[in-house]
């Protein structure tokens, strides 16, 4: 199984909402991370976890939180969001973050802010 | 500074006929290299990757990529192309960050 789920795969939110974006991966991966995609662009790092701790933050607004509660699961919390930051949201996991390992992609939540 | 290039923004290709997408890396060591399929609105799927040994790799749906250092590319082919192959492709590399970076990806359009 080298299958990473996404969910909602859709989701439209208000400029006042909170929401959450959820991933789950059941493969024994220990590092998971959070790319944003805008269209015609490729992925931008946004988040990685390794060890169910934030290793990197590629210097995101405070409005993006992310969470990981257990090796398997990794959320995104949004708040206060802003019309541009409409877009592809995947996330994706690897054995490591270490190089060596490839990452496998979840198939996205479609973000639509109003 | 790491980087990845794909120098194609996109690409029309006959069906039947064979594929190749160009992709270059800078790096100073040896690099871990991939190559993802994304389909319209969808999460990028592995086509294949490099660690070492081999310079030539067989991927998923008959595509195969050849590593070159003297070149610092990382080409990615298919000797016959069919309609569902149509797709957007990244050529992407881990950077000594531990970071995942990707190219600018090239669109592929293939033609009846």
């Known amino acids: 199984d080298t299958e990473v789920t996404q969910t909602p795969k859709h989701l439209v939110m208000g400029m006042t909402n909170k929401k959450s974006l959820k991933c789950e991966q059941h493969?024994?991966?220990?590092?998971m991370y959070w790319y944003k995609q805008k269209a015609k662009k490729p992925p931008e790092l946004m988040f990685v976890y390794s060890y169910e701790k934030l290793s990197i933050n590629e210097s995101v607004p405070s409005r993006f939180s992310p969470e990981c509660p257990n090796s398997s699961l990794l959320n995104l919390h949004l708040h206060a969001l802003q019309p541009e930051d409409s877009a592809l949201y995947l996330c994706?996991?690897?054995?490591?973050?270490?190089?060596?390992?490839?990452?496998?992609f979840g198939q996205g939540t479609r973000l639509t802010v109003v | 500074a790491q980087s990845v290039t794909q120098p194609d923004i996109h690409i029309t290709v006959s069906e039947g006929a064979s594929l190749e997408l160009r992709c270059n890396y800078s790096y100073g060591a040896t690099p871990y290299l991939f190559w993802y399929v994304q389909s319209p609105g969808q999460g990028l799927q592995l086509l294949l990757k490099?660690?070492?040994?081999?310079?030539l790799v067989q991927g998923i749906k008959g595509f195969e990529a050849e590593f070159k250092r003297s070149q610092s590319s990382f080409n990615l082919r298919k000797p016959s192309v069919h309609w569902s192959d149509a797709a957007e492709y990244f050529c992407?590399?881990?950077?000594?960050?531990?970071?995942?970076?990707f190219g600018s990806g090239t669109r592929l359009s293939i033609r009846p």
């Open positions: 490099y660690f070492s040994g081999d310079t």
């Open positions: 992407a590399a881990y950077s000594s960050a531990s970071k995942i970076i």
């Open positions: 493969m024994g991966h220990r590092a």
């Open positions: 994706a996991s690897s054995q490591t973050r270490i190089g060596g390992t490839e990452a496998f």
